[in-house]
């Protein structure tokens, strides 16, 4: 049993404003809307959700190495730290 991250810093690529948010367990979150300058952020391409592509944290789906929504191609083992 490990412990799950849910809490994530994303940072927004347009002003580079930091935010601390609470990740859902059971779902992805597509798009988050900086609180400082209101650029919508979305998923880069191959990441499942704005926490894999911005946040500090990946998301609890990449954590637990399960498959969500539309998960990249990751061969076991790697990308994640420990
Ligand atoms: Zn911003």
Redesign the pocket.
């Known amino acids: 049993m490990r412990e799950l991250q849910l809490e994530s810093v994303l940072t927004?690529p347009?002003?580079?404003?930091s935010s601390s948010e609470l990740m859902p367990r059971n779902a992805c979150t597509f798009f988050h809307a900086?609180k400082?300058?209101?650029?919508i952020l979305s998923p880069r391409p191959g990441d499942c959700c704005v926490f894999c592509s911005y946040g500090s944290v990946s998301c609890p789906s990449m954590q637990e190495q399960r498959s969500c929504c539309s998960a990249p191609d990751r061969p076991e083992g790697s990308g994640v730290s420990a």
């Not at 347009?14 to 404003?17: E, K, L, Y």
């Not at 400082?36 to 650029?39: K, N, Q």
Request: glycine content about 10%; hydrophobic content about 10%.
């Open positions: 927004c347009h002003c580079s404003h900086c400082e300058c209101g650029a």
